[in-house]
């Protein structure tokens, strides 16, 4: 019994020092992932624009079939909060970036379709929002199952094909391309790299564990 444990022993060794590795490189990778700051959303001077104005604008060019109501200030969330049901996550999320212009959503409610961006913002997430709403008019997608999920987690691929491609779709919508779109879709490459890194490094430490005490016995 004890010939065949210690035979044993290099294998979780191996897999703890490969799961440590992919954890080393995702921690690095996410360390270089610029992150959003208020200035990026709400664009230089020439390019800043009322969103409430601007949506009417670009509706009146191209409608929407379900017209959004514009939320862009802490004043204009009596209109979000009539009438619908949101998460204590969902309200956290919008106060903030209502207060500190930190980022912009497309929200769908019971009763309408609701864009929450800071005033001013740049044209161009403007652009972006109203093109996730664009998105959606073509029709529903497929909720990832259990699988895709848990894989999500640890496989790029799935993690795109869930997250990121419809950032992308909704980026092709944008009529005045600019840097922030490139700097936008980076920022999801950062919680994609700080799971991973988590959970390898667990898995990492589990492995090694299991080679010292295989090694022991």
């Known amino acids: 019994m004890r ?26 990778k996410g360390s270089k992932v610029p992150t959003l700051t208020v200035k990026d959303l709400r664009g230089v001077k020439a390019s800043q624009v009322d969103p409430r104005v601007y949506v009417k604008e670009l509706l009146e060019r191209k409608p929407l079939r379900k017209p959004p109501v514009v939320v862009s200030s802490l004043d204009h969330l009596p209109l979000l909060m009539k009438g619908e049901n949101l998460t204590p996550e969902e309200l956290g999320e919008v ?33 972006h929002e109203v093109g996730h709403l664009r998105e959606r008019e073509k029709g529903p997608v497929a909720p990832p199952s259990l699988l895709e999920q848990l894989a999500a987690g640890v496989w790029k691929p799935t993690y795109s094909k869930y997250v990121m491609d419809p950032e992308e779709k909704a980026w092709s919508h944008v009529e005045h391309p600019s840097d922030l779109r490139e700097r936008a879709l980076a920022t999801y490459e950062k919680p994609f790299h700080r799971n991973r890194a988590g959970l390898m490094g667990t898995l990492a430490a589990a492995f090694l564990l299991s080679a010292l005490g295989t090694a022991a016995v």
């Open 3 to 28: 010939k065949e444990a210690i035979g044993l022993w290099p294998i979780p060794a191996v897999l703890g020092g490969l799961s440590a590795g992919v954890a080393i490189y995702d921690l690095i």
């Open 95 to 127: 106060q903030s970036i209502l207060k500190r212009g930190t980022n912009a959503c497309a929200l769908r409610g019971e009763k309408h379709d609701y864009l929450i961006l800071p005033n001013p913002s740049s044209r161009e997430l403007v652009e």
